[in-house]
């Protein structure tokens, strides 16, 4: 299998404008590639979103590559440099939408299968690929619906590798092994709208909650843990007003989120929300979103023989990480034993000029083979 495979296969899928959920011809491409080595694909599409599970082997560990075929949108395409379909290679870089984010990794799963069964057609390993086309939208007819099947049926995975942009300078820096947890609150306080030359006719929503947010900012959630930070608060929006600056609003809107860590869980962080909201005598409305649990693959045989390889391919040390946004790794590790996030560098995911250096993409895939390699040889 040539080096130049990754590639060739990485530019096929960034010439299909996959826009979350519209995988376009992206997963049909995988599948023709699958099914020749001899996995068995099993196509799974609810609502508008298309995934597909496929397997290949009956004898040892089982070992998933998951991962994305949807991309977000482009922006102005004019503002791109070149096309964002148009795959192209310039100053060393491979450009397009999903070169990083991640179409390259799903083409380097493929071509990394590939190679070892060429060269090792019994290999014992069971391989299996996860693909979705809507985890850059809602996801909620992605990842987590196939993940549901398989849970139903008893299926779980010994390893689970998600090729999400993970790294940070260089490819191969950065291994996620879990991620925080996210939970947002949209919060109403309750007034009564008046004349702000006459306050004791009215009560002010914004100057009630003034307290209690200053309390919630302050506040010390936990301490993180040898693999998590502590857990954040952050407010993202705040919102009141009629648009005349002599009315006091009746209402004042608020939105914030928790990135949490393994030492807090939704329920606690709710809690002591409102206990401080009640606190402060607010009359209030709120209403929560969990987006994700907080998961971990602790420090064991999974990142040291990802570690591994890494340093044999790239010739770095990988460090391990939690930090960043949510991924599908949420959903999946409730069916992974150990679950473990690597892709290429992430500084252009979601940018114009999304690209990845062209050095990096047989790296990838030679990185991906390494792991396989060595959980079959153990």
């Known amino acids: 299998m040539s080096e130049t ?15 979350t959920p519209d995988d376009k011809q992206c997963q049909a491409i995988l599948i023709e590639r699958l099914q020749a080595m001899g996995f068995i694909v099993e196509t799974m599409r609810f609502g508008n979103t298309d995934n597909f599970y496929a397997v290949h082997g009956a004898e040892g560990p089982l070992v998933c590559f998951a991962g994305h075929t949807d991309v977000v949108p482009s922006g102005p395409a004019d503002k791109w440099t070149s096309p964002p379909f148009v795959p192209t290679e310039r100053d060393g870089r491979l450009y397009g939408r999903g070169a990083a984010d ?59 590798l998600v090729g999400e942009p993970t ?133 064991g045989r999974f990142t040291a023989v990802a570690q591994a390889a890494i340093a044999d391919v790239c010739g770095i040390q990988a460090e391990l990480s939690t930090s960043g946004g949510t991924s599908d790794g949420r959903f999946i590790k409730a069916i992974a034993h150990e679950l473990i ?7 252009s995911i979601h940018q114009i000029d999304e690209h990845i250096d062209l050095v990096a993409v047989p790296q990838l895939s030679a990185v991906y083979e390494a792991i396989l390699r060595r959980l079959a040889a153990a």
């Open 102 to 160: 991640m179409k390259t990794s799903v083409a380097a799963f493929v071509t990394a299968c590939e190679r070892l069964l060429a060269e090792e057609p019994n290999v014992l390993l069971r391989l299996a690929l996860l693909i979705t086309s809507d985890e850059e939208g809602d996801g909620k007819d992605g990842t987590t619906r196939v993940v549901d099947v398989l849970k139903a049926r008893g299926e779980f995975l010994d390893y689970c």
């Open 341 to 347: 996030e690597l892709g290429p560098v992430n500084a």
């Open 5 to 19: 495979a990754t590639l060739q296969l990485a530019k096929a899928l960034i010439a299909e404008a996959s826009v």
């Open 167 to 299: 790294a940070v300078n260089t490819l191969g820096d950065t291994i996620k092994n879990g991620r925080r947890g996210s939970l947002s609150g949209h919060l109403v306080v309750k007034g009564k709208q008046g004349h702000i030359a006459y306050p004791h006719l009215a009560v002010n929503p914004i100057q009630l909650a003034a307290p209690a947010l200053a309390a919630l900012v302050a506040e010390h959630w936990d301490d993180g843990n040898d693999y998590f930070p502590p857990t954040g608060f952050q407010i993202s929006n705040i919102h009141a007003g009629t648009g005349a600056t002599n009315v006091i609003p009746s209402i004042l809107e608020v939105q914030f989120n928790f990135r949490f860590s393994t030492e807090s869980t939704d329920m606690g962080l709710k809690q002591r929300v409102e206990a401080i909201l009640d606190q402060y005598g607010l009359v209030y409305e709120l209403t929560w979103s969990l987006s994700g649990q907080p998961f971990l693959t602790a420090a």
